[in-house]
C-alpha cells in the first residue's frame, strides 16, 4: 500500500476469462436455494472452484443493500486470490497460497475495555448471537481498486450490545492475532504488527458496519480474514481489519497500523472520498477488479445516503 502506485495492476495480470453474474440472478440463486453458482468454472493452480451457495441455511437472511444494483459481483476466484495481508506477504497474488495452512480453530475473541459484560468468546458463540445475514458490498481499497463481495457476518452492533458498553465509551479498537509463526510475512511486513485498527463508537454502532465470517455463503478463506473480519464499506479497505482476536471499548481515539506507518497518507477516518486525493495519488476514481475502464469513485463508497450523517459538521479534508 505504502510502496505501490494507484494503478498497480497490469491488464496482463487480469484473468481474461471470467464468470459474471448480475445482482438479479445472485438474487434469484437465492430464491431457487440450493442452485449451483457458475459451477464447472476452472480456476488455475490451487484455487478453489465457485462453491456452492447454501441458501437453505437457516442462519444466512438475505438482506438487500444499498446501492450495487446492476454492478456485477466480483469472481469468487479474484477476490480469494488478490487480496492484501501484510503478514504474509505484501504480494497480493501470494497471499492466498501463504495463508493455505492457517489455523482458524479452536478461535476466540476478547471483548473488552469500557463495558459491563467483558467476555472471552469461543467464535461459534460469538457468531451465534445473532442470526448471520447476507450483504452485498463494494471493497474500496486505498490504491485504487475496488471489488463487490457478497459478505455473511453479523452486524458488529450485535456483539457491542451484548457487553453493554459504558456511558463513556466512544472508541472501538479492534486487534487482528498475533502469529508470527503462522505468518511469513511477520517480520518484512514493513509495519508495527499486530495490525490494530479503530472505529468511533457511532461508526461501530452503525447497521452496515458488519464482522463477516464468510463470503459467497461459505467460510471466508484464510487471505480474506478467516475466521473473522470487520467490514465496513464506506472506509477504504485498510479499515476492513482481519482474523480478529480482540475488540476494545474505549474512551480515546485508537491507535491504527496504517496511521502509524504513514500518519500523512492514512488518517484515523478514512472514509471513501472521491474529493479528497491521497497525498501520492487522486482517489477520484477506481478499478473495478475484472474491469477494463476505471469508474468514478463514489462519496462515502455509495454509502452516502446512510452515513454521511455521522460525519455533520465534520471537515472531511482535515479528517482524512
Ligand atoms: N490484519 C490485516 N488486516 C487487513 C490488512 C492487513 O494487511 N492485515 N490489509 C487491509 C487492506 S489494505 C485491505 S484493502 C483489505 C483487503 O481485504 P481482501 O484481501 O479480503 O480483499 O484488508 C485489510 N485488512
Ligand atoms: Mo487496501
Redesign the pocket.
Known sequence: ?LIKQADDIKSSEITPERVYFSRRNFIRAGLLAGSTLATGALYQGFLAPIPEVNYQDPNVIARGTASEAGEALTPYSD?TS??????FTTG?YG?ARRARNFVTRPWTVTVDGLVNKPKTYDLDELLGLTAQEERIYR?R???GWS?V?PWTGLPLSAVLKEVEPHGDAAYVAFQ?IEAPKQMPGWNS?G?DL??V?GLRLDEAMHPLTLLASGLYGQPLPA???APL??VVPWK????????IVKITLTDRQPPT??NIAAPREYGFYSNVNPNVAHPRWSQAKERRIGEFLRRDTLLFNGYADQVAGLYDNMNLRKNF
Open positions: 500500500m477476490i488478490y487480496n492484501n495481508y501484510y503478514e497480493k497471499v471493497l481499497c486505498v490504491e471489488m463481495i487482528t511486513s509495519l499486530p495490525y485498527e487471505q480474506n480474514g473480519r470487520l477504504y479497505g485498510f479499515k476492513s481489519i482481519k482474523s497500523t496504517w
